[in-house]
């Protein structure tokens, strides 16, 4: 195990330049010497679930999906919600990690950044589908972040100074979690 632990960073938006891109590209900048974050980004290219598909040797955009999940220390998620709940292509995401079981036990969160009032849709599907692989969810790891647009820099990250204090609380519970023992990558 590294001494730096890893945070797979998992983005449910396929829109260039999304707020929630924007919010797991701003945690990958704020990173602490105390842990590396890795930003996933190959939700376009993975396959529509299918059973069938969900054996040895899996297509390699899932077995890298997996893999990602596998080395990393905890998962921190940032999805929009669309039509009252998770966009297609980040359900598809997840129904690829139910047969597996490298996100069992580890340590996962999630940031809404939706406008107040929006998103709890999307936060009860992943609770729900996240119950089913065995995730270890860290409660006060989840958090709501509203992040419009005009919030978002042309370098694709967020400078306001309270959107990025929370963000890093969010990091620091994670890796907490995980510290004490959340998941099988335990210290």
């Known amino acids: 195990m590294s001494e730096q ?7 449910g938006s396929l829109r260039a330049g999304s707020s929630n891109e924007a919010v797991l590209r701003t945690a990958q900048a704020m990173a602490t010497p105390r842990v590396r974050t890795h930003l996933y980004e190959g939700l376009a290219a993975l396959p529509h679930f299918n059973p069938d598909h969900d054996t040895d040797p899996l297509p390699a ?14 998962v921190l998620i940032c999805a929009p919600e669309y ?12 129904d690829w990690t139910v047969g597996g079981t490298e996100i069992c036990d580890k340590p996962v969160a999630w940031v809404n950044a939706a406008a107040p009032g929006r ?34 820099g042309a370098d694709g990250l967020i400078a306001d100074p309270q959107v990025r204090e929370r963000i890093g609380e969010v990091l620091a519970l994670l890796t907490e979690a995980r510290e004490q023992g959340t998941g ?4």
Do not use: H
Not at 184 to 187: G, H
């Open 184 to 187: 099988p990558d335990r210290a």
């Open 83 to 94: 039509a009252g709940t998770l966009p297609g292509s980040f359900k598809n995401l997840l």
């Open 5 to 11: 632990p890893l945070i797979l960073l998992l983005s």
């Open 119 to 152: 998103g709890q849709g999307a936060e009860a599907t992943l609770r729900l589908v996240l119950g089913y692989t065995g995730a270890a969810v860290v409660e006060p790891a989840c958090a709501r972040i509203p992040v419009a647009s005009r919030m978002v």
């Open 61 to 74: 955009p899932v077995a890298g999906l997996r893999a990602a999940i596998g080395e990393a220390a905890a």
